[in-house]
């Protein structure tokens, strides 16, 4: 029998390195088959899933401004990058919820959403940690994502499959404009800065470093 969870207030660091213990293997277990995994996700509390978030999001964080070989990336992944992830998840599974309430007229327990759309996302954030080599890992990561929240929300949930498919659908696609419009945005950034290198501007700047010397 699962042993109750201790409050938040009477947590310390005995308890804090228990949950550690607990998500790190459950991880593996998960990662084999996500799928699979995330159709009866585990009832734990808050600090568990909290602290699964905060280890993942620091983690890829960390391995994704390695990856980009920029020390401010690395920093912001481990500092910035779990905070970001947090606030993502709760923004997620507020939408969701409210979504069920309305749409599928069903109250949804916020967390066990908030636990779905948590592991929904560590594939596609270990997956996104290649995304500075590729912009073309993102929308695949979109779209694992969208696909494991479907399956999650579906079987935990027992809801219908096409109204949750619809749902998760038009979020993923509002989500993926938005990041087809931020890649078209730095592409034309980018080609503008190296239009702006001619030639002549090339002979200006070499000229104006020689005559500083």
């Given at each position: 029998?699962?042993?109750?969870?201790?409050?938040?207030?009477?947590l310390n660091w005995q308890?804090?390195?228990?949950?550690?213990?607990?998500?790190?293997f459950f991880l593996p277990?998960?990662?084999?088959?996500?799928?699979?995994?995330?159709?009866?996700?585990?009832?734990w509390d808050w600090t568990?899933?909290?602290?699964?978030?905060?280890?993942?999001?620091?983690?890829?964080?960390?391995?994704g401004g390695i990856v980009a070989r920029h020390i401010l990336s690395v920093l912001g992944g481990i500092i910035v990058g779990p905070v970001m992830g947090l606030i993502m998840s709760v923004v997620l599974s507020g939408i969701?919820?409210?979504?069920?309430?309305?749409?599928?007229?069903?109250?949804?327990?916020?967390?066990?959403?908030?636990?779905?759309?948590?592991?929904?996302?560590?594939p596609a954030q270990i997956?996104?940690?290649?995304?500075?080599i590729s912009r073309a890992v993102t929308?695949?990561?979109?779209?694992?994502?969208?696909?494991?929240?479907t399956v999650g929300l579906v079987d935990n949930f027992m809801l219908e499959k096409k109204r949750v498919t619809k749902i998760v659908g038009t979020l993923t696609g509002i989500v993926l404009i938005f990041w087809i419009y931020s890649a078209v945005l730095d592409i034309t950034r980018h080609r503008i800065k190296v239009q702006e290198y001619t030639?002549?501007?090339?002979?200006?700047?070499?000229?104006?470093?020689?005559?500083?010397?």
């Open positions: 029998m699962e042993q109750p969870k201790r409050p938040v207030t009477d308890d804090i390195k228990a949950r550690i213990r607990e998500v790190v277990q998960y990662l084999k088959n996500p799928v699979d995994g995330i159709k009866r996700v585990p009832s568990t899933v909290i602290i699964l978030e905060v280890l993942i999001s620091a983690a890829c964080g960390l391995l969701l919820y409210y979504a069920g309430l309305f749409i599928l007229k069903t109250e949804l327990e916020y967390k066990k959403i908030f636990i779905v759309v948590v592991l929904a996302q560590i997956i996104g940690v290649l995304s500075p929308p695949f990561a979109i779209l694992i994502s969208a696909l494991l929240i030639p002549e501007s090339l002979d200006q700047i070499h000229k104006e470093l020689s005559e500083g010397k």
